[in-house]
């Protein structure tokens, strides 16, 4: 059992340490109160009397548990590369993200227990191996589930990790994990040392507001372990997040000597990703640039050309490329086109600013004569690339809010001119209002000359508006004889003659009078 230590150790950060969104605070550790272990409490206690000093001690064991050899999930919060992606990844050095702030320092490589405030080496590593460092005598090198108790069951040709079973109950020794047999050349070169432990691990406190979310969407103390060494360009690596602990003897710079041997490493995460061929950097990249590689690869032209061969091959080469066209009234035609970054010769352009892109589709009207070159074709180059500037634009929220609120702005302003011009015509033809306290009440603001417009028709009496209805003729409603026609039938007719008909009966005693 260890001794226990009385003054715990104190917290690398301040539980109250805040930061601004979208900031990044890191930090060389956040160490635990107390490293993982077993710990025994002694507490003493001595009485003053007068014949006899009579001492009283009493014991209490305890333990402090902490990931060992497997990973909770959710601990690890993300991986990069990315696992299972193809990059341009060759020049990052792989890592991994902990949702425990203490994780890499909650044990330590030869199970002691840090003294004071010493950052002790953190106990995980991650090794990125190359294809042809997974292979041992010709059979593939694979991470294998057993047993506690087999990972620290020592072989002939396997060196385990230096952690004794007696600290084990025969329960804990039947738990499950993962690991891996890799040759002790192998690991004792592509582990990190002891000195270069400590800068491989680090803590950060994140505020992810403000900030693309990236896999990390969450605000808190996190910690990191970076590895040592750069994926190969070209091929699938392979990266184990693995546990140091009794491996102090294997690691580089170690005691043991490479003994053709494997060493038996506790994996507690691994992934997989592929590293594209290495292009160089940008500037490389640059300058070995042909004007080539911008070109629509095409079969040579041969022979004498004719006139259209001829321009043509010129398009070509500096980057155009024809392409089937739809127009709006629904014809089909050829168009050219070429990319932003085709060497094709340009000059200021005169006409911009464009409001739409079919204003800036080019039309090469052709040639009135064969001695002057032409297609009569049209160059939709700078339309697309209009189009593509708007929509890019558009998709930048920052930027659209912006342009919405120039909008809304410049929308406002139109209406208050709108609204000046419409006051300053109803002012003036108010009584005693003249044109100039008109301008003047229209300079004062149009909220003020509202004000004033509705104080001053609320003051005055509005004529009576009288609405005269006139008489429509019989004759124009629809369905209804003339009176005039009904009236002569009924002169002419007696009572009894018209018995049977009741809308003339009805006429009969409205008009009776008339038919006398």
Request: glycine share 8%; net charge negative.
């Amino acid at each position: 059992m260890l001794e226990a230590r009385l003054v715990t150790q104190d917290l690398a950060v301040s539980c109250g340490d805040t930061i601004n969104p979208g900031e990044i605070q890191f930090y060389q550790a956040i160490l635990p109160p107390l490293s993982s272990g077993n710990y025994r409490l002694v507490v003493n206690q001595e009485v003053q009397l007068p014949a006899e000093t009579p001492k009283y001690e009493h014991l209490r064991a305890f333990s402090v548990d902490g990931p060992r050899f497997t990973l909770t999930p959710g601990t690890v919060q993300q991986v990069f590369p990315p696992a299972n992606l193809a990059g341009d990844y060759e020049r990052s050095l792989p890592h991994v993200v902990f949702t425990d702030p203490t994780l890499p320092w909650t044990r330590t490589i030869d199970g002691s227990v840090p003294a004071g405030d010493d950052v002790p080496p953190p106990w995980v590593a991650l090794l990125t191996l190359y294809p042809e460092e997974l292979v041992s005598g010709g059979a593939p090198i694979e991470v294998k589930q057993m047993t506690l108790d087999q990972l620290l069951t020592p072989s002939a040709t396997v060196i385990p990790p230096n952690i004794s079973k007696s600290q084990f109950t025969p329960q804990e020794l039947t738990q499950n994990l993962l690991a891996v047999e890799l040759p002790q050349s192998v690991f004792s070169t592509i582990t990190p040392t002891i000195n270069d432990l400590p800068y491989l691990a680090h803590a950060r406190l994140v505020n992810t507001d403000g900030k693309e979310i990236l896999g990390l969407n969450a605000d808190g103390y996190f910690s990191l372990a970076v590895g040592n060494r750069l994926p190969k360009a070209g091929a699938t690596n392979t990266v184990y997040l693995v546990s140091l602990e009794g491996q102090g003897a294997n690691i580089r710079g170690g005691s043991t000597q490479p003994s053709g041997k494997s060493v038996r490493v506790v994996v507690l995460a691994s992934w997989q990703f592929t590293a594209r061929a290495a292009r160089g950097d940008f500037l490389q990249i640059l300058q070995n640039v042909s004007i080539d590689l911008l070109q629509f690869p095409f079969t040579p032209f041969e022979g004498n050309l004719t006139r259209e061969q001829t321009l043509a091959k010129m398009a070509l080469q500096v980057g155009y490329v024809p392409l089937f066209n739809n127009t709006r009234s629904g014809e089909t035609t050829t168009s050219w086109y070429r990319g932003p970054g085709s060497p094709a010769p340009t000059k200021v352009d005169a006409l911009a600013p464009y409001q739409y892109a079919d204003n800036v589709i080019r039309y090469d009207p052709g040639p009135d004569d064969a001695s002057v070159p032409g297609t009569g074709v049209f160059d939709q180059s700078y339309a697309c690339a209009w189009q593509i500037g708007r929509l890019l634009g558009l998709s930048d929220a920052a930027f659209a809010r912006q342009l919405f609120e120039w909008r809304r702005a410049y929308q406002q302003y139109l209406n208050e001119l709108a609204l000046l011009d419409h006051l300053t015509a109803r002012l003036e033809s108010f009584p005693g209002i003249s044109s100039l306290q008109a301008t003047r009440l229209q300079a004062a603001g149009p909220e003020l000359a509202a004000k004033m417009w509705l104080a001053a028709a609320a003051g005055l009496a509005e004529e009576p508006r009288v609405i005269r209805h006139e008489h429509r003729s019989d004759a124009e409603l629809p369905g209804v004889v003339p009176r005039e026609e009904l009236a002569a039938k009924a002169a002419g007719l007696e009572d009894d003659d018209a018995g049977g008909d009741p809308l003339f009966a009805l006429l009969d005693r409205v008009f009776g009078g008339d038919r006398k």
